[in-house]
């Protein structure tokens, strides 16, 4: 599906009215599926799917018709390669800026970005600045490691906490700062005497879920958490702690399409 994620991309709410292209073509038939070896199948399948937006969009220049294309980017984008704050995104229409140092871009008709004020263009797309901010965020929260940092490496402050109880059944725990910290996870209640400090040996995986609510299985219980604004984002959670855990020697907690 070539443009899909120019179309509709996972972090945003709205659709952009864009070209998609359906490619189909035969890759296996029954007699390759009999002959060939597994990982030859698997090969040729995930060589099959590979798509690389960026450079199809380059190339095809598919205009997108949306006045919301920026909204909600920072579920994605989280960290800020001017001043390398975290979650400093504020987003509006086709535009969005660091709260913390102005750093400002505009997406254009086309999907790529550019500079609002003078100054310096990192990433002109959003997979070039994603790669970026995922190995920096690693080798930040790795040097915190080895450098026995004490204090939260970043905190999403009044978060909505919410417990599955049953299948397809939640209760509110309550409003929370929920903090990373070197040696645990915090979670400390808003209007309430009451802290949790969630270790890693018994954190068992932590994600981000459908309409980018981060979530956290702990001792076999299942946890939701929700940002206090749109774009709070819950991928930086998963990318923080597969530090930590490869730090750790928690090789299995790993999630395979972050980069190691």
Known sequence: LKGMNLFNPRWSTKLRLTKVEVEYKLVLNTNDINRLPDDEIFNRLSSAMQHDEVEYQHKEMNKLYSRHK???????????????????????????????????IHINYYGFFERISDGKLFFDNIRDWYYWEENWLLDDVTAKLNQNYKKAIFTDK?????????????????????????????????????????????LQTINPQVHEQLEIIYNNEAYMVFGNKPGVSALKWEVALNAIWKKLGQNQKLSVYIEQ
């Open 70 to 104: 920026a909204e909600h980017i920072s579920h994605a984008l989280y960290v800020c390669p001017e001043c390398h704050s975290i979650d400093t995104f504020r987003a509006k229409g086709n535009s969005f800026a660091c709260s913390k140092c102005n750093y400002d």
């Open 158 to 202: 009044s978060s909505k906490i919410y417990h599955a109880v049953e299948m397809d059944k939640t209760e509110f725990m309550g409003t929370a700062d929920i903090s990373l910290f070197i040696e645990h996870i915090e979670i400390k209640f808003v209007g309430k005497d009451e802290k949790w400090e969630l270790n890693f040996d018994d």
